[in-house]
């Protein structure tokens, strides 16, 4: 019987969440998931998969069905690990939750995504604060199905052990860069706008106000811009940021971020919500489109 890994819950202090960090990786328990476990993944799953078609970009909603990725039931990482290691190398470790930023990393640049072994509570089912089994398992995992995704999510777990070794401001530029692309981020296609950041995919509300509330600004990729830019945990974004492809992704991490690194440390930082003088605005409300001069 392997011993069922304990489920490590945030700290809450007088000082508000801290995370509790477990670096270790457990086999998942899936035959110790309870009929509430499935029933809780199997909700979420049909919810998402209702409202998601002609908003998550093509290649996210491909790669799930071809992954084998269904409502019945939690899927097993033995399972998914056989697509995925055909497809693209990459493969599920599990872990208790959130990791230090140098073992995340590390498992990245190896092709290894740690996924929380755990789903929430059914009384948690519309939000959860850390990321649980579904939004890495439904959220995350798919897209490494793709090829360049892939390459990207390695070259960037690459580059967070080269910040790692360089300090504190690198590694920021990097957390901003995850977040506002791997977890928030927009794709423009040939059939308009399209989500495939993990962290609006696995969010009902956010999947709908990324791409129709006229709230948030809509802004073209672009890498310093966003090392520049800080964010929010606990709101939808203000700020997305929008890519023309997943090769422009890739190819943005292969220039040496040290130069960057550098320029930002004499910048300031940007608040979450404002557009800047030349930033590319994605513009809607006339119809999807970029923003010509002028009608920001
Ligand atoms: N740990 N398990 C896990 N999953 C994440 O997505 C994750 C993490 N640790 C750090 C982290 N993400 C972010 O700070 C990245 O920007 C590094
Ligand atoms: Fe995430």
Request: charged share 25%; proline share 5%; with cysteine.
């Amino acid at each position: 019987m392997n011993s069922q890994p304990r489920r490590v819950e945030n700290l809450h202090t007088d000082k508000g969440k801290v995370p509790v960090y477990a670096t270790g990786v457990v086999d998942q328990p899936w035959d110790d998931y309870s009929a509430d476990d499935h029933a809780t993944w199997t909700t979420l799953y049909a919810r998402q998969r209702e409202i998601l078609p002609g908003r998550a970009c093509n290649e996210f909603l491909d790669a799930q069905d071809a992954m084998g990725m269904t409502a019945d039931r939690i899927p097993k990482f033995s399972d998914l690990n056989v697509e995925l290691g055909k497809a693209t190398g990459w493969s599920l470790i599990g872990v208790e939750g959130l990791l230090p930023e140098l073992d995340f990393f590390d498992h990245l640049a190896n092709r290894r995504f740690p996924v929380t072994w755990w789903i929430r509570r059914p009384d948690q089912i519309d939000y959860i604060e850390e990321p649980d089994l579904f939004h890495d398992l439904f959220g995350h995992v798919p897209l490494l199905m793709n090829p360049m995704f892939a390459d990207y999510m390695q070259a960037y777990g690459e580059g967070g052990l080269k910040a790692h070794g360089i300090g504190e401001e690198a590694l920021q530029a990097l957390t901003r860069l995850y977040w506002y692309t791997v977890e928030f981020g927009l794709i423009d296609t040939p059939e308009g706008l399209r989500i495939y950041g993990a962290g609006i995919v696995s969010s009902k509300g956010e999947s709908i106000h990324s791409l129709e509330s006229d709230a948030p600004n809509r802004i073209g990729f672009d890498v310093e811009r966003i090392m520049r830019t800080r964010y929010r945990i606990d709101t939808y974004q203000k700020t997305y940021f929008v890519i023309d492809s997943f090769a422009q992704l890739m190819r943005a991490t292969e220039p040496d971020f040290t130069p960057i690194y550098a320029r930002l440390a004499e910048l300031e930082s940007l608040p979450a919500g404002e557009v800047q003088g030349d930033d590319r605005v994605f513009h809607r409300g006339t119809g999807e489109g970029w923003a010509t001069d002028g009608d920001i």
